[in-house]
């Protein structure tokens, strides 16, 4: 069985909830509450363990929502290795309005981790012995300078395991400089990532061929949202589209691809039978409000209209997608 750990520097706890209407210096009534584990890595093992697979999650925890979202991680039984830190762990809030069925998602600042506490979360990967995939999705706090990944790429190396990365910005080109195995940006952040203010469809395949080529990344899966995801290579270019749903909230939607594609791969499908497997995840998260995830029936299900060979094509112009 393939190990598979998740790193998330920036973990949170997502509060959501819904209003009829939101109205400034009013009191408004809001629904119950849900509180649930937040932040990239976090969700990518949650994901994961809700889809039979296992991964061990790796964050810091600090304070009283850190112990709070220790126990909601061992609630969900998805084995943690967190790192106990002197800043308290960050909440976010997202608000449904009923009345318009828009949703509202307030993200509150990353938590600063010290430079002692971010070697432990090292540590932690370190101790981990034999791994096959090392997950890093989501932000970093400013504290955590963007050359964490030559020690990341590091590690995966001499541990020979599958470095994937979801984050974006410096973050990211200093990722696919020092080595990854899988990246997933969607098109603004690939834009980013090519030095360039903006991108058209038509260029995404030609510009993921040039990091490829010229950095060290081996696959990019460009996130299209509701329209699917393009999947490059070397020596391939396919994109897969979902079938259309009914959107409830987007919340965990790219966190749910990634772990889609990384448990697939983890049991030895083919890379475009994997990301189909991924976007059945991510729209399977979109089922449902707020911060739920996704759940394996409705993956199940969406997967037996995504694999048909006829919603994967092969990218010629804008019409493509």
Known sequence: MSVIITVTFSPCIDKSFSVSELIAEKKLRCGIPKTEPGGGGINVARVIRRLGGNAVAIYPSGGYTGKALDRMMAKEKV???????????????????????????FTM???????????RILDRIEEMGIVDFIVVSGSLPSTVRTNIFPQLSAIAERKNAKLVVDTSGEALKMAVDQGVYLIKPNRSELAALAGRNNLQVVD????????????????????????????????????ITP??????????????????????????????????YGIACGTAATLHPGTELCHKEDVEMLLMQIAPQSHRCFIADEQSI
């Open 109 to 119: 600042p990353a938590v600063d981790l010290k430079e002692n506490e971010v070697k």
């Open 79 to 105: 084995p943690v290795r967190s790192v106990k830190t002197e800043n308290e762990t960050r909440e976010n809030v997202i608000v449904l309005e009923t009345s318009t069925n828009q949703q509202f998602r």
């Open 204 to 239: 995404i395949v030609q510009e993921a061929r040039k990091i490829i080529k010229n950095k060290k990344c081996e696959i990019i899966v460009v996130s299209l949202n509701a329209a699917g995801a393009v999947l490059i290579t070397k020596d391939k270019n396919i994109k």
């Open 243 to 276: 079938p259309k749903v009914e959107v409830k909230s987007t919340v965990g939607a790219g966190d749910s691809m990634v772990a889609g594609i990384v448990l697939a791969l983890s049991r030895h499908y083919n890379i475009e039978t994997a990301v189909e």
